[in-house]
């Protein structure tokens, strides 16, 4: 590599690191305000890319043109940004973190298929910026004019924030409400406008970004979650709410993958690497570092003490009716096959073991009070280490072996992931799913990249598919039954202690965090169980099986049955599986029709519908 | 220092930013004995508990417990060498009946917490209905900790407190907002049961009824320094002490 080389791809990176701190100060702007993690975020990136496309084109080729479409990009988004919080997020201030969470997923839902629908699924690439096609003779290399002036850009952003922060009335309000939020409501200041301008400005940067990325990469249906995901990174990195935190750690997460891509160039001649997955290796070792060392991030402040606990539901073991109601199902499922034809055999199959996926992380979420956004990385995981072991060994030692990957994984994230709690940690399960997901989908040598892997098929003895219903039907009851049995045990107690208090729970002697990793990888063994079962019963499996939408489908299950039971879950898997099964027939906006499932459940039935039916029978007893 | 000194606090220092909380606080607790901090708010009587029990590292200091260092341990050790804890706001888990909560204190007394496959609720029941029998709320047994009142919930943590056999009990506030019978009540039950398990007492009140009471000895905090220490007779008839807490002839009512 030479000294020009490496300048080529350090200027690269710094103008990554640009676009990436666009994105990422909007998220902490937004959240320093409400306090909420928008993360829909992405999504109104990529929405920006698209519109900027869109009105390029419509405008003409000349300079005028194109600059003013990017601007008309920039306010068209944050005009939807302002539609987000008024119509969506200011019915949510109020509600638990997780649900506010969940919402703005319903929207990264949504955008995806409006986007789908208006655009199409194709790749869509930019023209060259009118005034910037040109290069720049540096050092003997040509380096495009374009990344100079997104390199600008980013410092140039950074000053205008701060100055508008620390000069203007409307910046020192929105500082204020960062600090104190009870504070600024009893100075009178309008909390509906100022709620709104925030994320007016935050989605502005987002769509900015957006159209501004677009002679540099193609306008594209995974950039929503690629790059909330390095957002989230980033904001990890350099302190949530922090604004020179975000520049630094957009900066150092920039040069860093500019690095891997100068070594990964050199290292082309010797052991083949390929550079691609060196910067995702690096984002995550730089995010690795700054966890182990300071958790709330460089520019970070740890969050003020959790909040007093909630208001708690009591937690019941299952009594005796629903030992029998229970029994009776699982009886009346083994009999289906009986009269059941191919179609319900796959379909309850699919039921099965969506209700362990389901089981495993309410058990994480729910007695263990640590929020997931990835949990479909220990299921995928798992499910490609069970087709990569049936190449060697027998299906049966696959589908057993394979779940420990995943318990494995889990470990190593699980011992980031519970240094933080609430958005945090949310935010890092999902930051280490999309960096599991990137692998999988860019190591074709092993994975079969973005194909995937086939003919992974069950032993003879198992291939009928009613044989290996009931397979999954044993094992996932057999495995749902045991996570209940340690919700349970001392073990169960002491995970559910410290989500309740952790004071008290280390005042007795629970040693928290320790508890917690546990908890969490035994939720990712769970769900690789899961993932094993999976792979088998599909015969192929792609990126799509550890990609985050199949996380969202876990925790939509887990909201829709309701957090606070044990059977929740499992109605949840039956009734979402269900549900999918017949939209993806009728309609192939499928993501939308969930994302709008995941806004009315959340606005509505908070509880779920165990909560529901929960509430019926409290009503049906205590008049009131 | 005498030889049965369970703790020993040897110029502890530690602040927040520019505040000065704990200023090279030095003094000793012996085992069974009951000893009270006073001091007005802000005095750093909480900032001391946090440390003691180590929720809180300390700039400066040491903070002997059975004659072995304990500072800069995390608290579930400190908790396990023998140091109990309540909260100045009881801390409980809501999600659990307050029978589970003493069970769970139980459990991990007997190191059962790792048990991942054991049925929880047959372990230890009859021994936490006992202690909860001891605290007086052996009919709430079986109410969510989250929907019981401010008095039981202390009840409640004075249980799970003693579940764990401690040597030393930390106590922030024992009686706060609880009414003035009550207060004399749980304070007598608190130093019976202290003293029936041989436990050292260590509590912050701003009741002085309570503190002249039940206190062999009384430490008075003023912004983190001690500004008198002695039998509660000795420390009641310092001018100093008088100055900036008691105020002049009348006691204050409650902060
Ligand atoms: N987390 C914190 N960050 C900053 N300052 C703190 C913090 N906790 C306490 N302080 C300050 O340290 C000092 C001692 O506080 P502490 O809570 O220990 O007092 P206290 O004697 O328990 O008061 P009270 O009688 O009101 O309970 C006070 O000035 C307080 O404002
Ligand atoms: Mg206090």
């Known amino acids: 590599m030479t000294l020009s080389a490496f300048l080529i791809q350090l200027l690269n990176g710094l103008a990554g690191a640009s676009s990436l701190f666009l994105v990422s100060v909007g998220l902490s702007l937004t959240f320093g305000v409400t306090r909420v993690v928008n993360f829909a975020h992405g999504s109104l990136m990529m929405l920006g890319a698209y519109i900027a496309y869109s009105l390029i084109a419509g405008l003409g080729g000349g300079a005028a043109g194109y600059w003013a479409a990017v601007a008309l990009s920039a306010l068209a988004v944050a005009g939807v940004g302002v539609l987000i919080e008024r119509f969506l997020l200011r019915r949510l201030y109020g509600a638990p973190e997780l649900l506010q969470l969940t919402a703005t997923f319903g929207v990264v839902l949504i955008v995806k298929d409006v986007v789908l629908a208006l655009w199409g699924p194709e790749d869509l690439l930019g023209p060259r910026a009118p005034g910037f096609s040109g290069s720049v003779n540096i050092l003997g290399s040509a380096v495009p004019q374009y990344d100079l002036l997104l390199i600008a850009l980013g410092p140039l952003v950074l000053f205008l924030l701060t100055w508008l922060l620390r000069t203007t009335r409307w910046g020192i309000l929105v500082r204020a409400a960062s600090e104190d939020r009870e504070m600024t409501a009893a100075l009178g200041v309008n909390q509906a406008w100022l709620f709104s301008g925030v994320f007016f400005l935050g989605a502005l940067l987002a769509g900015l970004a957006g159209a501004l990325q677009l002679p540099r990469e193609p306008a594209n249906l995974n950039m929503d979650l690629a790059v909330i995901a390095e957002v989230f990174v980033v904001t990890v990195v350099g302190g949530l709410g922090s604004i020179p935190g975000a520049f630094i750690a957009a900066l150092i997460i920039g040069v860093a993958k500019a690095l891997c891509i100068a070594i990964g160039e050199l290292a082309v001649f010797g052991v083949v690497l390929s550079f691609p997955k060196l910067t995702l290796v690096a984002e995550f070792i730089v995010m690795a570092i700054v966890l182990a060392l300071r958790p709330w991030g460089l520019f970070g402040r740890p969050p003020a003490l959790p909040r007093p606990s909630e208001q708690r539901e009591l937690l019941r073991p299952p009594g005796r009716p629903l030992h029998v109601i229970a029994a ?62 049936a190449r060697t060994l027998p299906m049966e030692s696959a589908l057993l072996i394979a779940p420990l990957f995943a318990g494995l994984a889990a470990l190593v994230y699980g011992w980031f992931c519970v240094r933080l709690s609430g958005v945090y940690l949310a935010m890092l399960t999902l930051a280490f799913a999309q960096i599991t997901w990137s692998i999988a989908f860019q190591w074709d040598a092993v994975t079969g990249g973005s194909n995937g892997l086939t003919g992974v098929w069950p032993a003879q003895w198992l291939s009928s598919r009613r044989a290996y219903y009931w397979l999954t039907l044993t094992a996932a009851a057999i495995a749902i039954l045991a996570l209940w049995r340690i919700i349970f045990s001392p073990f169960g107690y002491a995970l559910r202690g410290v989500r309740d208090s952790p004071l008290r729970a280390a005042a007795i002697g629970i040693d928290p965090r320790a508890t917690q990793w546990a908890g969490f990888t035994i939720a990712g063994l769970f769900a690789g169980i899961a993932g094993a079962l999976y792979a088998f019963s599909k015969g192929s499996i792609s990126p799509e099986t550890l990609s985050i939408p199949r996380s969202i489908d876990a925790l939509v299950m887990v909201l829709l049955g309701g957090l606070q039971t044990l059977v929740g879950p499992v109605l949840g898997a039956a009734v979402l599986t269900s549900l999918q099964d017949s939209i993806v027939r009728h309609t192939e906006f499928w993501r939308a029709t969930v994302g709008a499932v995941v806004i009315a459940l959340v606005l509505f039935f908070p509880d779920g519908l165990a909560g529901i039916v929960q509430r019926m029978g409290v009503r049906g007893r205590h008049p009131t | 220092m005498s030889e049965s000194a369970v703790l020993i606090v040897d110029r502890l220092c530690k602040s927040y930013g520019g505040v000065h909380a704990l ?79 003493v069970q769970l204190a139980l459990f991990g007394r007997h190191t059962q917490l790792r048990a991942a496959f054991a049925d929880a609720r047959a372990f230890e029941a009859k021994e936490s209905l006992a202690l909860l029998e001891r605290a007086g709320i052996v009919a709430l047994a079986d109410r969510s900790c989250a929907t019981l009142a401010y008095g039981d919930l202390k009840r409640v943590e004075l249980a799970i407190a003693l579940a764990c056999r401690p040597r030393l009990l930390l106590m922030d506030e024992p009686t706060a907002g609880l009414a003035p019978s009550e207060r004399a009540t749980l304070m007598s039950l608190v130093v019976a049961l202290a003293a029936n398990d041989g436990v050292a007492l260590l509590f912050t009140e701003h009741d002085m009824d309570v503190v002249f009471a039940h206190a062999d000895r009384v430490l008075v905090l003023n912004r983190g320094r001690l500004i008198s220490a002695g039998p509660p007779s000795v420390v009641r008839s310092d001018p100093q002490v008088r100055k900036v807490y008691l105020g002049p002839p009348t006691l204050p009512g409650n902060a």
């Open chain 1, 328 to 389: 009776a199902a699982l009886i009346f499922m083994a009999l289906l096959p009986l009269f059941a034809d191919e179609y319900t055999l796959v379909l309850l199959t699919d039921i099965s073991i969506f209700a362990l996926f389901a089981a495993s992380l309410h058990f994480m979420m729910g007695p263990g009070g640590m929020p997931s956004f990835g949990h479909a990385a220990y299921f995928g995981l798992s499910a490609y280490a069970a087709a990569l072991l």
């Open chain 2, 23 to 101: 200023r090279e606080l030095s003094f000793s607790v012996n085992s069974g004995e009951k000893v009270a901090v006073i001091g007005p708010n802000g005095a750093g009587k909480t900032t001391l508990f946090n440390v003691l029990n180590g929720q809180l590292a300390a700039d400066a200091g040491a903070v002997v417990f059975d004659a072995a260092s304990i500072g800069g341990l995390p608290p579930q050790t400190i908790a396990r060498r023998g140091v109990g804890r309540t909260f100045q706001v009881p801390a409980t888990f809501g999600s659990m009946t307050a029978r589970e909560n």
